[in-house]
């Protein structure tokens, strides 16, 4: 390629002289404005078309090929539909084999063909009629018919197509090579699309260099492009890519490392001087925490000594104790005459921790508030008094509600956050601004493969709980069909008469015309008739917070014996006694969500079993995920084959957001390109802590647009 007009990637597509109104008017609308935005949307995939060589006559039914032909003949037809059609051959050979070129609805494919034309063409080739043939086929017009073609076709009054559209400087575009295949622009035809990347490309600068920092000098920004783009051959693309991933993960770890290296310096609190309130914990728990819980709390308990701001993430599987470990963090907090606040997604876990930690506390002095947008136990209790005041409550939980005035919590020294990507990253600042730069624990029970923890959260230090306690009931996994239900209902049957209780989740809340899926509703009523003895609660997300707390509570006290739910239970709901849970549709959830759900079980010392019932048959993607969660309860392997059955973008879900746009999401899954990136970043900033030096201005700019976006964790 040849740059000729040179374009530089700030510059405007509505510059581009040649770019037809109609279609710019569909670029717009895809958010693509500029040169960069065109050059960074890169392939979904590639297709071969590159000539394979083979003789017409010896093509077969259902092959799909790319050919140099040349038109014998040229004209109208008319069979059920008006077509044009092309009976083409080897050059060179009047009288050897012909295919059949058919195009239906194309019209203007005749003023662009003609008898003499020699062309590249990719399509299937199919048996009609007893002719081999090909319909709609993707075409280009050869180098050597170019300049004389268009003439002729000026001349009859057709359309005079670009250079592009035919081939350019005796390259071809959509034959003949490795093509690239793009996402869908809705008033854009895909053909139209590739013409308009390759001409971009063919008049791109020479002197462009990447908007951010370089990583890869050494291999020119502008062939990258090209490479990734058009490809010469497969190897190339894949390179390209791997330099595209490997600035893209840099950048995203760059941050990383800016925002640990200025949390690392803010001035904190101590607020672990004294331990009595969480050895009086210890020692009146009927059991004992296990080692590693034993190692996260020390853990936690040295950044609280230290006076510096702790950001320190608690990761664990479901049901690993997590919420203990930070209760003793919180009772640290409360020991040194802090206030200690944990921040809830849902009332239902907001109102479970606050009643486990009045029953776990009843022995001690230490005052609790709930504050949530349905309830305010301890009402009278001001937490905007100063602590002195016997009135302050000194451990506070919270849903949203904390994030108002007069809920939030003064003298904070320590917020907690359950689940905290259910949480928009404004609203844990304003959470942590309730206290001045008070020590910070997030928790989470989604477990997240270890690259992805680097990546997210990698400013934060991390402390896993990798080890479930040892009173915890076995939990069998199997998977079932339908046509298994009498069979499950008698199961069940057995269970109730123990005095066991089951969960039913479905994955809608009511039935739709657009689903075959299980609803709840309809789901109750058919529990209903099947137990019609038995107490049946129904819990959904669209229940009041009144009517969730009074179904929530009738299953806590084993008043209600079924509960069928959505997969709002999915959280933090502990009922000991629940020891079935039948998931209807099972392969229509994600395998993070279903062992979420599982989590529900199995959290007393009854052998628990989770039954998920499913039409998938072996060799479909939904069985294969079933299977995973039969073969295994590790959350953390659960994490990782999830990661690979569906790929980094589809697993980072709402947790994308928090990343920006990820365009090569293969990085998330190559610990290799992590930790060189990393390293790079680290390097840069022992180096150049200020980024002072002129060749780390684009970093600079870089953590100061985030600095002033307020992305930070």
Not at 305 to 332: F, I
Not at 447 to 460: E, F, H, K, N, S
Not at 647 to 665: I, N
Request: proline share 5%; net charge negative; charged share 25%.
């Amino acid at each position: 390629m040849c740059p000729m007009d040179s374009l530089y990637p700030e510059t405007p597509l509505a510059e581009l002289a040649w770019l037809n109104p109609r279609e710019l008017k569909a670029l717009q609308a895809a958010e693509l404005n500029c040169v960069r935005d065109v050059l960074l949307r890169i392939p979904r995939r590639y297709e071969d078309r590159r000539r394979s060589g083979a003789d017409i006559a010896s093509l077969a039914s259902g092959e799909t090929v790319c050919l140099r032909v040349h038109v014998y003949a040229a004209a109208w037809r008319f069979s059920y539909k008006r077509y044009f059609e092309v009976s083409a051959g080897a050059e060179g050979d009047p009288h050897g084999a012909r295919l059949s070129l058919r195009w239906f609805n194309m019209p203007y494919v005749a003023k662009l063909l003609a008898v003499g034309m020699n062309l590249y063409i990719y399509g299937k080739v199919r048996e009609f009629a007893g002719k081999l043939t090909m319909t709609n086929p993707d075409f280009e017009v050869m180098e050597d018919e170019d300049a004389g073609h268009r003439l002729m076709v000026a001349a009859m009054g057709g359309p005079r197509m670009p250079a592009a559209e035919l081939s350019s400087g005796g390259e071809t575009v959509h034959t003949g090579r490795i093509v690239p295949v793009y996402r869908n622009i809705s008033g854009m035809a895909a053909r139209s699309y590739r013409s308009l990347v390759w001409r971009i490309l063919e008049q791109l600068s020479p002197e462009v260099r990447p908007a951010g920092y370089d990583v890869a000098p050494t291999y020119p920004y502008r062939q990258a492009l090209l490479d990734v783009h058009f490809p010469a051959e497969d190897e190339l693309q894949r390179k390209a890519r791997l330099r595209f991933a490997l600035e893209e993960c840099f950048l995203c770890q760059f941050r990383v490392a800016w925002r640990r290296k200025r949390s690392q310096g803010h001035p904190g609190q101590v607020t672990a001087t004294c331990d009595a309130y969480m050895h009086e914990l210890l020692e009146h728990l009927p059991f004992r925490l296990t080692e590693a819980q034993l190692r996260c709390v020390q853990e936690i308990r040295a950044d609280m000594e230290a006076p510096r701001q702790m950001n320190r993430l608690l990761q664990g599987d479901v049901g690993s104790g997590k919420t203990l470990v930070a209760l003793c963090a919180m009772l640290l907090a409360v020991g040194s005459g802090k206030t200690a606040a944990l921040l809830a997604p849902t009332q239902i876990l907001a109102e479970q921790h606050y009643r486990n930690f009045c029953r776990l506390l009843e022995h001690t002095d230490v005052s609790l508030s709930l504050r949530t947008s349905g309830r305010a136990d301890d009402s009278d209790l001001s937490l905007e008094a100063g602590f002195a005041a016997d009135s302050t409550p000194r451990i506070i939980v919270g849903t949203h509600a904390l994030l108002y005035p007069g809920n939030r919590p003064s003298n904070l020294g320590l917020a907690v956050v359950d689940e905290q990507h259910k949480f928009g990253v404004e609203q844990r600042e304003s959470f942590y601004a309730a206290g001045e730069n008070p020590d910070v624990l997030v928790m989470t029970a989604t477990p997240i493969p270890r690259t992805l923890t680097l990546t997210l959260y990698g400013d934060l230090d991390v402390s896993v709980i990798d080890e479930l306690p040892a009173d915890r009931g076995e939990i069998i996994t199997a998977m079932r069909r339908p046509g298994n239900m009498k069979k499950i209902i008698s199961f069940m049957r057995e269970q109730l008469a123990e005095g066991r209780q089951i969960y039913i989740v479905s994955p809608l809340v009511e039935e739709s015309e657009k689903s075959s899926r299980a609803s709840a509703v309809s789901e109750l009523s058919r529990w209903q008739e099947i137990f019609p003895q038995e107490n049946i609660g129904l819990l959904h997300g669209r229940l009041s917070p009144e009517e969730k707390d009074a179904v929530m509570s009738a299953f806590h006290a084993n008043e209600t014996h079924i509960l069928v739910a959505t997969t709002v239970v999915e959280v933090g709901v502990d009922v000991p006694n629940a020891t079935i849970m039948l998931i209807n549709n099972a392969d229509s959830f994600g395998l993070s969500q279903l062992h979420q759900l599982r989590g529900r079980i199995g959290r007393g010392r009854h052998k628990s079993y989770c039954i998920l019932l499913s039409e998938a048959k072996p060799g479909e993607p939904g069985h294969d995920k079933l299977m995973v969660m039969c073969r295994t309860l590790n959350g953390f392997e659960i994490a990782e084959e999830d990661f690979r059955l569906r790929g980094p973008g589809d697993v980072l879900g709402t947790a994308q957001s928090g990343l920006g746009a990820v365009r090569f999401p293969e990085w998330l899954a190559d610990m290799r390109l992590i930790h060189r990136a990393t390293r790079d970043a680290a390097a840069i900033l022992e180096r150049d802590p200020e980024l002072c030096l002129p060749q780390h201005a684009p970093l600079r700019d870089l953590v100061r647009f985030e600095a002033e976006s307020r992305v930070t964790s």
